[in-house]
Protein backbone atom coordinates (compact mmCIF):
# COMPACT_ATOMS: atom_id res chain seq x y z
CA UNK A 1 0.00 0.00 0.00
CA UNK A 2 1.64 3.72 -0.79
CA UNK A 3 0.25 6.24 1.96
CA UNK A 4 0.37 8.94 -0.12
CA UNK A 5 -1.94 8.66 -2.57
CA UNK A 6 -3.79 11.48 -2.98
CA UNK A 7 -7.55 11.51 -2.77
CA UNK A 8 -7.96 15.17 -3.46
CA UNK A 9 -6.67 17.82 -4.64
CA UNK A 10 -4.37 20.14 -3.27
CA UNK A 11 -4.97 22.99 -0.88
CA UNK A 12 -2.90 25.02 -2.31
CA UNK A 13 1.15 25.45 -3.57
CA UNK A 14 2.11 23.73 0.03
CA UNK A 15 0.80 20.55 -2.05
CA UNK A 16 -1.13 19.43 0.56
CA UNK A 17 -5.00 18.43 0.65
CA UNK A 18 -7.28 20.34 3.05
CA UNK A 19 -7.86 18.58 6.31
CA UNK A 20 -10.38 18.73 8.93
CA UNK A 21 -12.41 17.02 11.40
CA UNK A 22 -13.26 13.60 10.16
CA UNK A 23 -10.23 13.21 7.86
CA UNK A 24 -8.23 10.24 8.04
CA UNK A 25 -4.73 9.22 6.45
CA UNK A 26 -1.30 10.38 6.05
CA UNK A 27 -1.51 13.92 5.80
CA UNK A 28 -3.57 14.13 9.01
CA UNK A 29 -0.31 12.39 10.93
CA UNK A 30 2.12 14.48 9.19
CA UNK A 31 -0.17 17.19 10.66
CA UNK A 32 -0.14 15.75 14.04
CA UNK A 33 3.38 15.63 14.28
CA UNK A 34 3.91 18.80 13.39
CA UNK A 35 1.21 20.41 15.98
CA UNK A 36 3.33 18.53 19.04
CA UNK A 37 6.52 20.03 17.48
CA UNK A 38 4.97 23.44 17.60
CA UNK A 39 2.88 23.83 20.21
CA UNK A 40 3.44 20.66 22.09
CA UNK A 41 0.17 19.42 21.51
CA UNK A 42 0.31 15.79 22.98
CA UNK A 43 -1.43 14.22 20.24
CA UNK A 44 -1.14 10.73 19.47
CA UNK A 45 0.16 10.60 15.72
CA UNK A 46 -3.21 8.40 14.53
CA UNK A 47 -3.63 9.96 11.37
CA UNK A 48 -7.59 10.40 12.84
CA UNK A 49 -7.95 14.35 12.88
CA UNK A 50 -10.72 14.09 15.93
CA UNK A 51 -11.59 16.65 18.79
CA UNK A 52 -8.03 16.85 19.91
CA UNK A 53 -6.35 17.34 16.97
CA UNK A 54 -8.78 20.12 15.93
CA UNK A 55 -8.68 21.58 18.95
CA UNK A 56 -4.99 21.98 18.59
CA UNK A 57 -5.59 23.48 14.93
CA UNK A 58 -7.69 25.76 16.27
CA UNK A 59 -5.15 26.82 19.20
CA UNK A 60 -2.10 26.64 16.48
CA UNK A 61 -4.19 29.22 14.76
CA UNK A 62 -5.52 31.55 17.14
CA UNK A 63 -1.89 31.78 18.69
CA UNK A 64 -0.67 32.12 14.85
CA UNK A 65 -3.11 35.09 14.18
CA UNK A 66 -4.93 33.02 11.30
CA UNK A 67 -8.50 32.45 11.08
CA UNK A 68 -9.23 29.82 14.17
CA UNK A 69 -12.01 27.38 12.00
CA UNK A 70 -10.09 24.17 12.89
CA UNK A 71 -9.54 23.14 8.71
CA UNK A 72 -6.12 23.19 7.69
CA UNK A 73 -6.21 24.55 4.20
CA UNK A 74 -3.45 26.85 2.17
CA UNK A 75 -3.40 29.45 4.87
CA UNK A 76 -2.37 27.16 7.76
CA UNK A 77 -0.54 24.21 5.48
CA UNK A 78 1.82 27.28 4.52
CA UNK A 79 2.19 28.77 8.17
CA UNK A 80 2.85 25.03 9.58
CA UNK A 81 5.25 23.94 7.01
CA UNK A 82 7.12 27.64 7.38
CA UNK A 83 7.00 26.95 10.93
CA UNK A 84 8.94 23.31 11.25
CA UNK A 85 11.29 24.17 8.46
CA UNK A 86 12.50 27.59 9.90
Same mark, same amino acid.
Given at each position: MHFD???FPPACDAGYPLVRRG???VYVCILQDAL???IGAGLAI !? *? #?FGVATTDAVE???ATRGLYA !? *? #?VGCVTWQS???AVLG
Open positions: RRLSIGNIL !D *G #IFYQ !D *G #IVTR
